[in-house]
């Protein structure tokens, strides 16, 4: 399928532009800080750049080389559907999560629930104030979990931020129950080491185990810092939430000294992250097997024991990755996805200064058997169509697209879009849709775009960070076979075993 003539027409014009370069120099040779969390608590940041990225941004839209400030183009095999803005909500959009004929979506302020029995026209069905970045999100069966990554002033939903260094902040998991859709009650809160910036569902029959993802960002948390080289884990009983409770701390980079064990990052790595803990957790249930980002490092591990998970590989890239950011398997299990999020999803990184293979994702064949299995890398992949340096952009959030025989993922790139590749071939990926807006400014950097785009039951679900909840709509002979593949459940961090 020929893609529109915008995106070689982009590459062309501003892959020859070193503009750039002088706003990436300081951001591609720091160190940890490189890699900073994703937005906070604040809304959208907002940076000014340089006259000569201004003009360049102004100059490519006059020319038509990228969209008009907030244009929408696609690829001609993606229709979009619709877009809901945000609505009570004002915090910055995040995380996505799906169950029978609903959506669930993340937000700093909250979260949203919507009806999407009908994908043209999606229909809130409530909206809930409970304050506490990143609010992550994912459901099983009548539980939703939420994660809380900020110091918040306690537990309840009417807490406010204060400092972290009060002894009375609060961060952790917050549980609710969602057998109502149009009431959500609040049902448990657990506290968690480090808070929790992700969360990871392992579920069975009487319980759910919940993998805190977590890690110290820098000295302005003394009450999280390294070495916190593990994750919590939470035992939640489906009859008995209120009695949810972390039942271990695995540490899965041992090691001596105040650090720790993980990629100590700069100034040994320059560029890297130091490891201080994990960003996200994907687990694919069906082979007893999860994917660790955690910073500095990509692990893989064994949760045949959920409550007692063991690393069995672990491999660092300290030459293009700066920080280890999220993971997808392919559904045979014996490739895994990892995506690097250089400049923390603030920077923009998808333009000629920074090159194809940094913020981009990174395939890694997993090869052997049981514990000896080991991650072997393959290749790069980055999105081929260059951004202005008013857009961030980086490699973020993506599922599977269910093909029987090909290994197709669908994935957010922030104001890069959406975008829709094949990794079928591990060493030669290549992009066979997109759907994107033009810059939300072209003064400055104003943090927007996608954070979550996810497949489920026919469409891709997009959860935009400014824009609000977009609807899309596959017309491909490539990933036509997936219409046919239907889910109750969808948490992306917890793959299902699509073809079962």
Known sequence: MTLLNISRTRRRRLGVAATAAGLLAALLTAGPAAATPDPGDAPAAEKKVSRSAQAEAKEAIAGGDIPAQDEVVHSDNIEHLTNIPKDVLPGTNSDLAFQGRYAFAGNYDGFRIFDISNPKKPKTVSQVLCPGSQNDISVSGNLLFLSTDSSRSDD????????????????????????????????????????????????????????VSSYSPS????????????????????????????????????G?????????????????????????????????????????????????????????????????????????????????????????????????ATGPDR??????????????????????????????????????????IPVKGKDLMVQAWYQGGVSVWDFTDSARPKEIAYFERGPLSTESLVTGGSWSAYYYNGHIYSNDIAKGFDVLKLDDRRTDPAKKVRLDELNVQTQPDYFD
């Not at 996200?280 to 064994?302: K, N, Q, R, W």
Request: aromatic share 8%.
């Open 156 to 211: 309840s939903c009417n807490s406010t931020t204060q400092p972290a260094t009060e002894k009375s902040s609060w961060e952790g998991m917050k549980v609710f129950d969602i057998s109502d859709k149009r009431n959500p009650k609040y049902v448990a809160a657990v506290e968690t080491a480090c808070g929790s910036h992700t969360h990871t569902l392992v579920p069975e029959r009487k319980n759910v185990y919940v993998y």
């Open 256 to 352: 001596e000294g105040a650090d720790g064990g993980g990629n100590p990052g700069a100034p040994t790595n320059p560029g890297v992250s130091k490891t201080t803990g994990c960003h996200d957790i994907t687990v694919l249930p069906s082979e007893d097997l999860a994917a660790g980002a955690c910073m500095g490092d990509g692990i893989l591990f064994s949760i045949k024991d959920p409550e007692h998970p063991k690393v069995i590989d672990r491999v660092q890239d300290n030459v293009n990755f700066a920080f280890w950011h999220s993971a997808t398997f392919n559904q045979k299990a014996n490739k895994v996805v990892f995506t690097d999020e250089l400049g923390g999803g603030g920077a923009a990184t998808c333009n000629a």
């Open 219 to 254: 000295a302005a948390f003394p009450d999280c810092q390294p070495p916190h080289d593990g994750i919590s884990v939470i035992k939640v009983p489906r009859k008995a939430p209120q009695k949810a409770a972390v039942v271990n701390f695995p540490v899965l980079f041992p």
């Open 359 to 400: 913020g981009a994702d990174g395939i890694y064949d997993i090869v052997g058997k049981g514990d000896k299995r080991k991650l072997v890398f393959r290749s790069y992949f980055k999105i081929p169509r260059h951004q202005a340096d008013t857009e961030n952009c980086v490699a973020h959030n993506g599922s599977l």
